[in-house]
C-alpha cells in the first residue's frame, strides 16, 4: 500500500511537470559564446489573465528579481541589472529579454513567472550554458623520413572541447594517438591530440584538426605537411664531411706558427747574450789609443787656463812667469 502511494505521488508530479511544460514554452538550456549577447524568451501557450511577468536568476543564496513587465507600470529593469539586461519582447504571454555581452557570472538559471489571477505564479525555467571555444592550433613536427610524421594539434575551450586529427587521404592513417587535458586559471580547458601519421606522403600533403564542444558548431583547420629539401640534405652530409678535415688543417697551420715562432725566440735570445757579453768583455786599447788619450788629459787643463775656468793653475803660471 505505502508503495503505491510513492509510485502515485510520483506519478503526479510527472504530470504536473509536463502540464507546466505545455503552458510555458521556453529552452531548458541556452549554450552562448562568451562576450556575445545571449536571447532568452517565454511564451504562455494557455489563455490566462495574466498582471505581470517577472524575470528571476536562481542563485545559491535565492531567487533574485531581473525585471518586470506590466501594463500599468511597463518595463523595468532593477538595479544592477540596468545596461547588462534589456527587454527585447514585453508582453503578458510572450516576454522575452536580452543579456548583453555574457561573463561567466551570468552563467546559471533564469526563471520567468506568469503572475496570472485567480491561478497565480506558472513558472518557466532556462540555464544558461557558458562555452568557449578558440580556434586549433596545429602544428607537424619535420621529419626527414616521408613514411613518418608527428601531427599534435591542441585546442583550447570551456568546457573542455574534443580534438580530432584527420587526412582526406585514405592510404594514410594515424598511429600512436594519445590525448593531453590542462585546466587553465580561467577555467577553460587546454586539449592536445598527439599521432603520427603513417603511409608514404609526398609534397601537398594536408592533415586536418576539428575542435567540437558539445552543439556548438565544430572549427577545422588543415596545413600541408613541408616538403623535404634535398639539397638541403646533400648540403649538410657535404658539411659533415668536409668538418673533419678543415679542423685538422687548422691544427696543423697552428702547430707550424707555435714552432716558428719558438725558433725565433731562441734565436733572438742567443743574439741578446752574445751583446751582453761584448758589453761586459770590451776590446782591449791599443798603444796609439792609450797615447791619444794621454794628449787630451793634457790638453784639458792647458785649455782651462786659457779660458780662465781654473784659477789654481793661472797662480802657478804666473809664479813661473815671474821667476
Not at 534589456?86 to 520567468?112: H, P, T, W
Not at 584538426?209 to 638541403?232: D, G, Y
Not at 707550424?256 to 770590451?282: G, M
Amino acid at each position: 500500500m505505502g508503495m503505491c502511494a510513492v509510485l502515485y505521488c510520483f506519478f503526479m508530479v510527472d504530470v504536473f511537470l509536463q502540464g507546466l511544460t505545455d503552458v510555458i514554452q521556453t529552452q531548458q538550456t541556452v549554450m552562448v559564446k562568451v562576450g556575445e549577447d545571449v536571447h532568452l524568451s517565454c511564451q504562455l501557450m494557455q489563455t490566462k489573465d495574466v498582471l505581470q511577468v517577472t524575470w528571476q536568476k536562481d542563485l545559491p543564496e535565492g531567487k533574485k528579481n531581473i525585471a518586470t513587465y506590466s501594463e500599468h507600470y511597463g518595463q523595468t529593469v532593477n538595479p544592477g541589472f540596468q545596461g547588462k539586461v534589456e527587454f527585447k519582447d514585453a508582453g503578458l504571454k510572450n516576454c522575452s529579454i536580452v543579456i548583453r555581452k555574457v561573463m561567466e557570472q551570468d552563467e546559471g538559471c533564469y526563471l520567468c513567472l506568469f503572475n496570472t489571477f485567480p491561478d497565480g505564479s506558472l513558472t518557466g525555467r532556462t540555464c544558461l550554458q557558458l562555452y568557449e571555444l578558440h580556434e586549433p592550433i596545429l602544428q607537424i613536427r619535420e621529419s626527414n623520413s616521408t613514411e613518418e610524421t608527428v601531427v599534435s594539434c591542441s585546442a583550447t575551450g570551456r568546457p573542455a572541447p574534443t580534438v580530432t586529427l584527420n587526412v582526406p587521404q585514405q592510404d594514410l592513417y594515424f598511429s600512436n594517438s594519445s590525448t593531453v587535458s590542462v585546466t587553465n586559471t580561467n577555467a577553460t580547458v587546454t586539449v592536445t591530440t598527439t599521432a603520427v601519421l603513417c603511409g608514404f606522403h609526398g609534397n601537398g600533403t594536408q592533415v586536418g584538426c576539428a575542435a567540437r564542444l558539445l552543439s556548438v558548431p565544430e572549427i577545422q583547420v588543415f596545413k600541408t605537411i613541408p616538403e623535404v629539401n634535398q639539397s638541403s640534405d646533400d648540403d649538410h652530409t657535404l658539411i659533415r664531411t668536409w668538418i673533419p678535415a678543415v679542423v685538422v688543417v687548422c691544427f696543423t697551420v697552428v702547430i707550424t706558427l707555435i714552432f716558428v715562432l719558438l725558433k725565433h725566440k731562441n734565436s733572438w735570445s742567443h743574439r741578446d747574450v752574445e751583446n751582453t757579453k761584448a758589453l761586459q768583455n770590451p776590446l782591449p786599447k791599443s798603444p796609439l789609443m792609450e797615447k791619444e788619450n794621454q794628449v787630451i788629459r793634457l790638453r784639458s787643463p792647458l785649455q782651462e787656463i786659457q779660458k780662465g775656468e781654473n784659477p789654481e793653475f793661472q797662480d802657478i803660471v804666473l809664479n813661473l812667469s815671474f821667476d
